[in-house]
């Protein structure tokens, strides 16, 4: 069973535009968010991450927000761009650590 | 550092072959994690290692497959009789404790085929 879901397998958006990643979890033990980001044929590299105390977290053009009582967390780029384009996973950790499935984001010239 | 090493980057087998993957951590790391990345599962952890003893290995699918870490710089995933469906790619990454909360170095992975 997945305990972290992405439900979107893809995302487009236009160079410049907000690119919107979301995630949910279903263990309310989780407490700490990761967010990593793959291109193809590499490992994922890790983006951001947030304790689940805080309910955001920022890092240039990359925040990550965090909704506990919904159990869902989102990955927001501002300004996207191209070199973007990649699949985000995003990760929680409790006593074990799960990931998503992934999302293939595109970011259109 | 070169980071983390897998090697073969890819291997194509047939059903019922021994096949073994290969992981070098980063120096100095002490954990040390294997994953399989399905399109349908997305990264799934097999088994996680810590001071090169298995700690968790709930994720491993089967008996099929086995993970040793010998020493502190290497360490192997087998999966023997391989089967079609163990096709995917494995991922070896790496940390410095466990207290950066899943802040792991990859590897580049390796992308396995079973026929």
């Known amino acids: 069973d997945q305990q972290v879901k992405q439900n979107s397998p893809s995302l487009s958006v236009q160079e410049g535009r907000i690119s919107i990643l979301n995630c949910d979890y279903t263990?309310?033990?989780?407490?700490?968010f990761l967010w990593y980001k793959k291109y193809p044929a590499e490992g994922p590299t890790f983006l951001i991450s947030?304790?689940?105390?805080?309910d955001k977290n920022e890092d240039g053009r990359f925040t990550v927000f965090l909704n506990k009582s919904a159990k869902h967390l989102s990955l927001h780029i501002v300004p996207s761009q191209p070199g973007d384009s990649a699949v985000y996973f995003c990760?929680?950790?409790?006593?074990?650590?799960?990931f998503g499935t992934g999302t293939s984001l595109t970011v259109i010239p | 550092d070169a980071g983390v090493i897998q090697s073969p980057r890819h291997e194509v087998t047939e059903m019922g072959q021994e096949v073994t993957l290969r992981c070098k951590p980063i120096?100095?790391?002490?954990?040390l994690f294997w994953y399989r990345q399905t399109m349908m599962r997305g990264l799934e952890l097999l088994i996680y290692?810590?001071?090169?003893?298995?700690?968790?290995d709930s994720g491993m699918p089967e008996d099929r497959f086995s993970a040793k870490m010998p020493n502190a710089s290497f360490s192997t995933l087998k999966i023997q009789p391989s089967e079609p469906r163990d096709s995917a790619v494995y991922f070896c990454?790496?940390?410095?404790?466990?207290?950066?909360?899943?802040?792991?170095?990859f590897g580049a992975g390796t992308r396995l085929s079973v026929l």
């Open positions: 990454a790496s940390s410095r404790g466990l207290a950066n909360r899943g802040y792991q170095y």
């Open positions: 263990n309310s033990m989780f407490d700490y």
């Open positions: 947030i304790s689940s105390i805080k």
């Open positions: 990760a929680a950790s409790g006593n074990q650590f799960y």
């Open positions: 120096s100095g790391h002490d954990y």
């Open positions: 290692f810590n001071n090169n003893v298995p700690i968790d």
